[in-house]
């Protein structure tokens, strides 16, 4: 991969963060956008924009046919069956809060749903709400000290109705074996899904290799535009589901007193959906695929191994999760240094990292901090670039003081 070359493609990798190019490391956050995603969302307000569906016009036409060509092309990023089994949603959180929801509803008092405790809050919290609602209780497949998953104490059994786990963790940036807890899940009469938000952008995803029943992502962390994500559902997963919004663009016939449903996947698709957004993302699997997601693989893998091997030489430093493959991003702590004054520090070096508890507040304290830093890696990032999060690490020691002996 030429990374001049691609680092080309991305406008904002010149901007300027006190006084030079911005070291951009917050990529499990969001990542930048591509010319071509840009020029892809301007050219649809400028050439396509009316509303879809319903139009019997030209543009309306236009936008419908570009918004249901986007559905295809994620379908096939994916490796999805049908475009059908793909609904545009906001975000990866939308996504599993409509599956808690709307398949959440046959859930009975009793019934088990099994997490991990290194879960985004968004693949919990919809969880937490299901079971106040349901009686339904929450499991959790135990986490070795070495943020890998211990399987063999997973409590995946005959109560369990649905196992959802993230692909790879936002903080650990481990991976969790997902064909195998879909394995598990099927064998128990369970469902599976699949949290993908940090594996889509990095990694080959195919939702029928590994049988997930549900899987989400963010358009915003695979380098497409803000406010489209993605869920994928068995057809007749979502068939039998009732709708999780209800307005315009779900119904087939309303009456005053009751309503049919839409086919799937405009079931889940209640009012004027985030067309331009759609089209975007289409751009940006286009542009990954261009790249091609094993070199970007390659390349990222490359760079967080040298990222840990790094930190893990620096005195007075904590790598969290597992050694090895991972996903593309790191979480670490500078002893006598809070993360959130350590970003501020590194900020100042020009190096964006992210600084917190990362929607994982569980595993933080399981970890026993309240917060880390975090750097995490994309297609553009150099090998230049984790020298220099080096460089400002040690800064910031010597800033505060805090080299150990
Ligand atoms: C970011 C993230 C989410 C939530 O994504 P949103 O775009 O904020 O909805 C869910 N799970 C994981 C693992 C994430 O990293």
Redesign the pocket.
């Known amino acids: 991969m030429d990374i001049a070359k691609i680092r080309a493609d991305f406008p904002i990798l010149t901007e300027q963060v006190n006084g030079r190019p911005v070291i951009y490391l917050d990529n499990?956050?969001t990542t930048q956008k591509p010319r071509s995603v840009l020029a892809a969302v301007d050219g649809y307000y400028e050439h396509t924009n009316a509303n879809v569906h319903r139009a019997i016009h030209t543009l309306g036409e236009r936008a419908t046919a570009a918004y249901e060509a986007s559905r295809a092309r994620v379908a096939r990023f994916i490796h999805a069956p049908a475009p059908e089994t793909i609904v545009f949603v906001r975000?990866?959180?939308?996504a599993?809060n409509l599956v808690a929801y709307a398949w959440g509803s046959r859930l009975r008092a009793g019934d088990e749903i099994v997490l991990t405790p290194m879960e985004?809050h968004?693949?919990l919290i919809p969880w937490q709400l299901l079971c106040k609602r349901s009686g339904a209780v929450l499991r959790f497949i135990p986490l070795r000290d070495d943020g890998t998953l211990d399987m063999e104490r997973a409590p995946i059994g005959a109560r369990t109705k649905i196992v959802s786990v993230?692909h790879?963790?936002?903080v650990l940036g481990t991976l969790t074996p997902a064909a195998e807890l879909a394995a598990r899940a099927h064998a128990a009469g369970a469902i599976f899904m699949l949290?993908a938000?940090?594996s889509v952008p990095h990694m080959p995803v195919d939702v029928q290799a590994l049988d997930c029943d549900f899987l989400a992502f963010?358009g915003?962390?695979v380098y497409g535009p803000m406010g489209i994500?993605v869920l994928y559902g068995k057809r007749a997963l979502l068939e039998e589901m009732d709708p999780f919004l209800g307005g315009g663009e779900m119904i087939l016939e309303v009456h005053l007193d009751h309503a049919t449903w839409n086919d799937v996947p405009w079931k889940f698709e209640a009012g004027t959906p985030n067309v331009g957004g759609a089209v975007g993302l289409a751009a940006a699997l286009d542009y990954l695929d261009g790249l091609g997601l094993p070199a970007v693989a390659a390349h990222e893998r490359e760079l967080t191994e040298a990222a840990v091997n790094m930190l893990d030489e620096i005195p007075g430093v904590t790598v969290y999760g597992p050694r090895g493959e991972r996903g593309a991003l790191v979480s670490f702590t500078v002893e006598g240094i809070h993360p959130h004054d350590l970003s501020q520090v590194l900020d100042e070096e020009s190096v964006a990292v992210r600084a917190g508890h990362h929607?994982c507040q569980p595993l933080m304290r399981q970890l026993g901090v309240v917060a880390t830093a975090r750097a995490s890696f994309a297609c553009y990032n150099t090998l230049e670039e984790v020298e220099a999060l080096g460089a400002a690490v040690r800064k910031a020691q010597s800033f505060f003081g805090s080299v150990p002996h």
């Open positions: 499990a956050a975000n990866a959180s939308e599993l985004h968004s693949n993230t790879a963790s936002n949290d938000a940090q963010s915003h962390k994500g929607c």
